[in-house]
């Protein structure tokens, strides 16, 4: 008899699948080549530090992640919640006002320091642009084209969308889809206050989701086989044989959950599917580094998260205000050249230039690239849904179906989404043996 359900991963689209299916009472067994969870967004331990594989931001507007932290009993405070704010220093300082949505920026643009009267109108001029567009946009067209067409003035590019746009599509403006940057906004900066908050994990990244997803499963007659490499699929009539599963069950459904250069040999063992992982594996993708720099506690940031203008860092995290140790800083590059090897001298010169001081030499440094981070939002880009040309076999990850980019969110999302198809095809089967 076949047993029901495997999931190839436990990243946050594996575990966000496997939980949605635990909670409907189906028993699931997660396959996970890594002793740790979380993928693309775990802990990494080393050197006697412990720390994340990238620093991460999350946004208000990551509805269904909030859905599964509450059903996995992961408390609301283990985020750290800011209003929008963008930091740069001495260039600008605007903080979204306790408001409901759109005063919180209106007020929060007319309070804000280093903006010219015409930069203070041009974002609201965006989002106006946007509604009349009902956030439709054309398919072909870039972020720098939609700034163009909004005339947003050249230092609100800089100062603002730039790095925006880098931060939440890991894709550059002149490269990426206006109408992901779009979907963003609209959930967001168009939809609430709470939607436009800024939170931050104040635990690591495989503790906030994955490691209490995973306890959940285990109350449900679930499982996660850590340390378990999948390396093929061998369809059987009742479903699929696993080449790395020690029991050699046969599974009737199965749900690849691994990032796209890894769902695409695994597809390609499938010989319907040969199309669809050429398409997956011709994704472009685009790499972030994290330098993590410990200065110690003589160092803090003016914010917890301020913007770096003028790179190569976008962006500096002060971990000490998110649950981090005294004077650590987390600084980000997103987007960057692939070949570049990034130099901590450099992003350290570049942080005294901002803060405007000289810094103390660092305790130890870290800088984590992850060559492969998320695929890129390019415009006229067509993504794999959940359901491949096999039946039963399945697809999630940050790449899959969504209209949001390559985020945690987008993971958990097309997690979820590919539960409820399973869910129904269970319904139709159960259905039909009832008669
Ligand atoms: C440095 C960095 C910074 C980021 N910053 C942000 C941010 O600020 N905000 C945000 O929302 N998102 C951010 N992201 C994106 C986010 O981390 C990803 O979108 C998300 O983690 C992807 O989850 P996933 O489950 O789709 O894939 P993955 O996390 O890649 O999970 C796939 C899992 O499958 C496992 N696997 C692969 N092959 C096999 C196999 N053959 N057998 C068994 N297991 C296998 C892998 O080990 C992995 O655990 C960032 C990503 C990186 C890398």
Known sequence: MASEIAIIGAGYAGMACAVELAHQCVAVTVFERSHTLGGRARVVHKDGHTFDNGQHLLLG??????????LTGVSPRLLERLPLTLHVPRQLHLRAAPLPAPLHLAVGLLRAHGLGWRERI???????????ARFRLPAAMSVAELLSAARQPARLRNLVWEPLCVAALNTPMHEASAQI?????????????????????????????????ARYLATRDGEVRTGNPITALVPESEGFRLTGDPHERIWRQVVIATAPHHAAPLLAT??????????????PTEPITTVYLAFGPAVTLPAPMIGLANGPAQWAFDRARCGGPAGLIAAVLSAHAPGDSIDPSVIIAQLE?????????PEWVQVITEKRATVASRPNQTRPGNATPRRNLWLAGDYVGSDYPATLEAAVRAG????RGILETLETRAGVERG
């Open 353 to 361: 230039h901002e803060l405007d001081r000289i810094l103390p030499k």
């Open 416 to 419: 979820v989404k590919c539960a």
């Open 61 to 70: 507007a990551y509805t269904e992640l909030a859905r599964l932290l509450r």
């Open 270 to 283: 499938i010989d319907v599917c040969a199309d669809l992982a050429a398409q997956i594996a011709a994704l």
């Open 122 to 132: 041009a974002p609201l001029a965006l989002l106006r642009y946007l509604k009349r």
């Open 181 to 213: 940057f779009a979907n963003v906004l609209r959930d967001s900066l168009a939809a609430s206050a709470a939607a436009s908050e800024l939170l931050i994990p104040r635990i690591d990244l495989s503790e906030l989701f994955p490691v209490p997803a």
